[in-house]
Each structure stands twice: as structure tokens, then as C-alpha cells.
């Protein structure tokens, strides 16, 4: 019977750890402070946003949030993100995405300070993952790295594939199971013969977009399967990019959505604010 790779657990196991660091940290004098910007009203950024907020609350994190109207220029973000850069009492910044089409995201990205950087995605925090320097990880491809490690599946030499190939997930994914020594194989919407080479994977990582896309004739026997998607049908349930159902009886595990890698994602934001303290200190 497939094992489910439950990440509400092993986020709450994180979360308990982080809270014990923070603790030591206070108890030391130090403070550790998260700012969210929010740009506009999208009902799905506002969920995300109060799960951060929530999850600093229970870790013992301070949280700013900045809560921005739809008609914020892109140069009052940047302002703001220029102040945040310059406080000293100012750990983590975190411009939740997607922010208005008249805001240029990439822009936004740079301008965040690379130590502050803990969603990861600072051109130089990417950089330094390539290169196996210590910065910031992009926090979904952490947590799965941490899901697979905490439920006993060992990377090493192992045939990994990852469908998709973004920079908030499949590139990175791909660089940090490399770094665990598995065998990498990226593979995206041009791939040709894309379910053969998904079938050749001892670890397949689905971040496709598309829902229920991944069934068993894309999984070989006893594959481990992390399912990054994340979709509303028309029932109202959610779904990932793979057919629970349909590959449940061939795969060794899997993470269920919800419930295995959307956890993840924030335990891991929580870590990167907490090893923010030691990133600064090293400036």
C-alpha cells in the first residue's frame, strides 16, 4: 500500500523546531521580523498572506503587512521595499505574487536586498544555488526536498524527473535534487516522449499546471510522486497535476492535495526567516 506523504505533519514537525530557534534567539535579544507586501485584492494572495501571517504568529516571528491598493505604482512598492532594504530591525521581505500587470514583478524581485530575499528568487539567490554557495532557497522546492528526507526516500543515485520547469519551482527543484545527488531530468511541454521519460523515474516531481494531467501510464512501479499543482474543479474540490486515484495502486508514495506540498511551502518561507539572522551577520 502506497505510503501518503502527509506534509501538514511534517510542516507542523518544522514549524515546532523553528518555534524552539526563534525562542533561543529572543532569549538572546534578537528579533526576528517578516514584512509582506500585498498588492491588490486577489482572494488567493489574501489566503497565502494570512497563512504567513498566522504562521509567524505561532513560530514567535514579528510580521509587517503592508496591504497595498490595486492602484500602488511601481514606484511606491519600490519605496517601499528601498526602506525595508535599510532597516536594521528588518529580517525578511516578501512581496506576495502575482502583483498588477502595471508593476514589473522582475523588477520588484531585484529590488529586494539578496540578504532579505527569503522567498529565494533574487537572481543572486539562484545564483548561489547553482553554484552550491549559502543564500536563500525558493521555499516550495525546499519543502519537497525536506518531504522526501523526513519520509525516509532516499535521493541519492536515484532517476528523478521533474515536469515543468519555472524558476519558482522546476528549475530550482531540479538543482537541489542534483545537489542530493539524484540523477536529474527536467522535462516540460516540449518534451518529446514525455510519458517514457516520466516512466524512467524513481522520484517524479509533477509542476505541470495541469490537472490530473500525470496517470499511471506516466509512473513506473514503486515511484515516489510529489504533486506540486494545485486546482479547484468544477465540484469544488481541489486537485493536483496527477490522478490520485489512478496511480495510487502503483506508486511506492505520495503527496495528497491538499495536504502534501502547500504546507511545505510556508514551514519553509518560516525557515528562511529564521536563518535570515545568520545570513546577515555573515554581510
Do not use: W
Not at 525536506?146 to 530550482?172: A, T
Not at 468544477?234 to 497535476?241: I, P, Q, S, V
Request: proline content about 4%; charged content about 25%; aromatic content about 4%.
Amino acid at each position: 500500500m502506497a505510503q501518503i506523504i502527509d506534509g501538514k505533519v511534517i510542516a507542523g514537525r518544522i514549524k515546532d523546531e523553528l518555534k524552539g530557534r526563534v525562542a533561543d534567539y529572543k532569549a538572546a535579544g534578537v528579533e526576528i521580523t517578516l514584512a509582506v507586501i500585498q498588492v491588490g485584492c486577489d482572494p488567493a494572495s489574501s489566503v497565502y498572506v494570512n497563512n504567513k501571517k498566522k504562521a509567524c504568529e505561532y513560530i514567535g516571528i514579528k510580521s509587517l503587512a503592508y496591504e497595498l491598493g490595486d492602484e500602488t505604482t511601481q514606484e511606491e512598492l519600490l519605496k517601499i521595499i528601498c526602506d525595508l532594504n535599510n532597516r536594521d530591525d528588518v529580517n525578511g521581505i516578501l512581496v506576495q505574487l502575482p502583483v498588477p500587470k502595471h508593476i514589473d514583478e522582475d523588477l520588484v524581485i531585484k529590488s529586494i536586498n539578496p540578504k532579505k530575499d527569503v522567498d529565494g528568487f533574487h537572481p543572486e539567490s539562484v545564483g548561489a544555488l547553482c553554484i552550491g554557495q549559502p543564500g536563500f532557497v525558493s521555499c516550495t522546492p525546499a519543502g519537497i526536498i525536506q518531504l522526501l528526507k523526513r519520509s525516509n526516500v532516499d535521493i541519492e543515485g536515484k532517476e528523478c524527473v521533474v515536469i515543468g520547469r519555472s524558476n519558482i519551482v522546476g528549475k530550482p527543484m531540479a538543482l537541489l535534487l542534483l545537489r542530493e545527488n539524484g540523477t536529474v531530468t527536467i522535462a516540460h511541454s516540449r518534451t518529446k516522449n514525455l510519458k517514457e521519460v516520466a516512466k524512467r523515474a524513481d522520484i517524479l516531481v509533477a509542476a505541470i499546471g495541469k490537472p490530473k494531467f500525470i496517470n499511471k501510464e506516466y509512473v513506473k512501479d514503486g515511484a515516489v510522486i510529489i504533486d506540486v499543482g494545485i486546482h479547484r474543479m468544477e465540484n469544488g474540490k481541489l486537485c493536483g497535476d496527477v490522478d490520485f486515484d489512478d496511480v495510487i495502486d502503483t506508486v511506492s508514495a505520495i503527496t495528497p492535495v491538499p495536504g502534501g506540498v502547500g504546507p511545505m511551502t510556508i514551514a519553509m518561507l518560516m525557515n528562511n526567516c529564521v536563518e535570515s539572522v545568520e545570513i546577515q551577520r555573515s554581510k
